[in-house]
């Protein structure tokens, strides 16, 4: 089945607008503050809705409907632990940077154990958010090549460049602007989704949750002290410390709490993206549920060989009324561009402020230039990944494995500075050392007992830990 032309219209209307709705926040960047900050002057509105929308990337759009097909709602767990983040994160970690005289979140790292800690954090950052444009790319333009049947390296190519040319000549304000259009454009898709497979099943909306009952699609799963599996405790914890990662250290929340205009914006947008996220992610999962009870009751509608994450796509292009496909490809686009041109301006961000600009003077037409060159050059880099993951699509994991070693390296010594106030730089450098052995460890050697949602946990716990217990040695031989 092909797209019909409204189906087309609607979503080149959607990249059109969203392409010159970004470039025209251009005149708006009169100096570098308001190319990383937006002159602390959004709505509160508009910044939650950023934050909710980097949340959701094009891997999550389609990657949770398929966890809910496939097997239950147990990933929902991770959903269920950001309240107590975005709270912990509204009272503590939102005054906490909205105090520091600096844009980035690792310039405290530097005040707390010297500049080789901004730089580590820095680094660490910098090689995640790369391959996470490269991710986000890639695995956008699989779903859009089986709907569409368009090359993967043209998608690749052309959302990439509309990205990059709204990030860099928009900065920050274009990036959260059109984060809150793409944010609302993901609601409207998912919730059109829900609709549509309500009113789809044979026997009516109750066919499908007594369908869904019947294969404990709604469970969430076990409640035992089982650390292998993921059982329910594993994921909620788990999530708290993914969570606590992202707003207590991810430069790409901390630098959208400085362009809230005052304290109480900047937590009431913490709290409204972390919270707004818990529903739509219900709803994507939902519409993985009702996807398996849909083809369940009218299994001839769904072609062999199609399963998992292929499901959902399938019923994007086959099943849902024209006009509504286009806006489903449109927000698939939305959940991708938005992470993409967070990640971009965040990063060129990274790049000025704990590189070009430490320990140097330059003027704001240097700075400006740094902004606009970094920011094109990382949307290249990324654009670049994301073709070599076209051959090498093993590398997708291995940057996973990389990820989940730099960020829990990032928050145990974010944490250690932020709550032990005598521990000293070589306490927190052996601490990190021990940690990342720990984590590269759980997710590159043989381990069998613990499922790895807990590597990020068990890593941050014991950086801290070893920390702490070196700063409490010390205290106890110096008193002697």
Not at 104 to 114: D, H, K, N, P, V
Not at 402 to 430: D, E
Request: hydrophobic share 50%; proline share 3%; glycine share 8%.
């Amino acid at each position: 089945m092909e797209l019909s032309i409204l189906d087309f219209i609607v979503f080149f209307a959607f990249m059109a607008g969203t392409l010159l709705f970004g470039c025209s926040f251009f005149s708006k960047n009169r100096n570098s503050n308001e190319y990383t900050s937006a002159g602390g002057r959004l709505p509160a509105w508009v910044v939650g809705m950023s934050i909710f929308a980097t949340y959701v990337s094009s891997i999550s759009f389609l990657a949770l409907p398929g966890n809910a097909y496939m097997g239950n709602w147990n990933p929902f767990v991770f959903s269920l632990s950001i309240p107590i983040a975005s709270w912990i994160a509204a009272k503590y970690f939102v005054p906490f940077y909205r105090n520091i005289n600096s844009i980035s979140a690792y310039s405290y790292l530097e005040e707390r154990f010297g500049y080789w800690a901004r730089v580590y954090a820095s680094c660490c950052y910098l090689l995640t958010q790369v391959a996470r444009i490269g991710s986000v790319l890639y695995l956008m333009a699989l779903p859009l090549h089986s709907m569409l049947g368009w090359s993967i390296p043209v998608i690749i190519m052309v959302s990439g460049l509309c990205v990059v040319i709204y990030s860099v000549l928009g900065g920050i304000t274009a990036v959260i602007w059109t984060d809150a259009i793409q944010g609302i454009v993901l609601i409207a898709g998912a919730l059109a989704c829900v609709i549509v497979l309500l009113f789809s099943m044979p026997e009516g909306p109750s066919q499908l949750f007594s369908i869904a009952k019947e294969y404990d699609k709604f469970s969430l799963g076990s409640f035992g002290p089982d650390l292998g599996t993921t059982t329910f405790w594993v994921t909620l914890v788990y999530g708290l410390f993914i969570n606590l990662q992202n707003y207590g250290i991810d430069q790409n929340y901390v630098q959208r709490y400085k362009t809230a205009k005052d304290d109480k914006g900047a937590r009431s947008a913490a709290l409204f993206g972390g919270l707004l996220y818990v529903p739509v992610s219900m709803f994507f999962f939902f519409i993985g549920t009702a996807l398996f009870a849909y083809y369940a009751a009218s299994p001839e509608l769904l072609p062999e060989g199609t399963a998992n994450d292929a499901v959902f796509p399938y019923f994007i292009v086959h099943g849902l009324p024209t006009g509504i496909t286009g806006l489903l490809i449109a927000a698939i686009c939305a959940a991708g561009m938005s992470t993409v041109s967070t990640s971009i301006n965040s990063s060129a961000t990274i790049i000025l402020t704990d590189f070009f600009q430490h320990k140097r003077k330059m003027t704001d037409k240097q700075n400006m230039y740094v902004l606009y060159v970094t920011s094109f050059i990382l949307g290249v880099l990324g654009m670049g990944l994301g073709l070599a993951m076209m051959s090498v699509q093993s590398a997708l994991e291995a940057w996973w494995s990389l990820a989940a070693i730099f960020s829990g390296g990032m928050l145990g010594l974010f944490l250690l500075g932020y709550m032990v106030k005598r521990v000293k730089s070589i306490h927190a450098m052996i601490g990190v050392v021990c940690g990342v052995i720990l984590i590269a460890w759980m997710s590159f050697g043989n381990n069998t007992v613990f499922h790895s949602y807990l590597t990020i946990v068990f890593g941050t716990i014991l950086i801290f830990l070893v920390g702490f217990l070196l700063s409490l040695f010390a205290v106890k031989q110096r008193n002697k």
